[in-house]
């Protein structure tokens, strides 16, 4: 118990712009009120608990603008590679790497997902724990779920399972930060996926991946363990020629549909692994350089990363990433 009072005390550096804001207080918000409603019937959790809780909870105008907010441009490969593969990004990686070395070769040996794959996303992610998200996330997903449209649905589903977290851990839900997305912690898991995924990998009896980057590093081994993940295979394989690139009209989207090798084949592409099996699934892929462009064959492990986050480029960067810290 005292463990986790201190893990959410630690999580809580409350922005002065959350202090000053409206909130879902039932009484003045009948969709709120009925959520506590189903909450209560449904979920079996406490009337008075939950209306004291949104009572709290501030309506968030800042991330209603951030989910709303249009991209002014989107990156090409060579500019979004600048952000993520840094000397200090590597040098952060590799102290990382050193200072959990005995967690990340458990994960490892129990996961089969390499360390270096693993320091990868939590470097992307968070800079390996320095930057876990500035928003409590009780007021994130329930300025979304209430007071966004277009994906109320989903959020509303995180909020539910983000009330289930923290009254199976007994945690206060007035006090986790995270994304404006409600994303937590090291690995910056939604709540479903903290629910299916974050594992207790030191041992005492709490997932904390908020402070905790050994449980972190399981939680995030065990994700991709459960993607699909393959041992010992490669991320991507690369392209000798491509032939006619008019076949592959999803070459340079990005996008993550798979075909077979053999259809790759057949549309023009050379694989530099002749001995690439046809059944195969391969996502064909051009990624734009400074001057000219280059091309990659997504394999099953560069599909799995994509589960992650559905980005090619942020595909390539933690492989990219994680090939630094290898070396």
């Known amino acids: ?27 003045k918000r009948q969709d709120v009120s009925d959520f506590i409603d189903e909450m209560v019937n449904d979920k079996k959790m406490d009337r008075t608990h939950l209306e004291n809780l949104f009572k709290e909870t501030n309506k968030r105008d ?23 593969i840094t000397q200090l990004r590597i040098d952060g990686g590799k102290k990382f790497l050193t200072q959990y070395a005995d967690a990340l070769q458990r994960a490892e040996q129990k996961y089969g997902v390499p360390a270096e794959i693993i320091t990868a996303i939590i470097g992307v992610e968070t800079y390996y724990g320095g930057n876990k998200g500035r928003h409590r996330v009780i007021d994130a997903l329930a ?7 277009p994906r109320a649905k989903f959020f509303r589903s995180q909020l539910v399972e983000f009330l289930n977290l923290t009254k199976k851990e007994n945690l206060n839900p007035r006090l986790p930060m995270g994304s404006y997305a409600g994303a937590m912690g090291y690995p910056q898991f939604i709540p479903t996926s903290y629910r299916d995924f974050a594992v207790d990998f030191d041992g005492d009896d709490f997932a ?47 996008r993550f549909n798979r075909i ?68």
């Open 260 to 327: 077979s090798m053999a259809d790759a084949k057949a549309a023009g592409v050379v694989p530099v692994n002749s001995k690439l099996a046809n059944e195969l699934k391969t996502i064909p892929m051009a990624f734009a350089l400074e001057e000219g462009e280059f091309y990659l064959l997504g394999m099953q492990n560069f599909y799995t990363i994509t589960r992650y986050n559905h980005s090619r480029m942020y595909a390539l960067a933690v492989h990219e990433l994680a090939e630094a810290l290898r070396k």
């Open 143 to 149: 300025t979304l779920s209430f007071d966004y449209p």
């Open 62 to 84: 800042d991330i209603l603008e951030l989910i709303a907010r249009p991209a002014e441009r989107v990156l090409v490969w060579h500019e979004y590679r600048k952000i993520f």
């Open 208 to 254: 904390d991946i908020w402070t905790n980057p050994v449980d972190a590093i399981g939680s995030v081994a065990n994700y991709f363990a459960a993607h699909g993940w393959k041992k010992g295979q490669p991320v991507v394989e690369k392209i000798q020629t491509l032939k006619n690139t008019e076949k592959l009209p999803e070459l340079r989207l990005n």
């Open 1 to 27: 118990m005292v463990l986790r009072i201190l893990v959410l005390v630690l999580c809580c550096l409350l922005p002065l712009s959350q202090l000053f804001a409206s909130t879902y207080d039932p009484t």
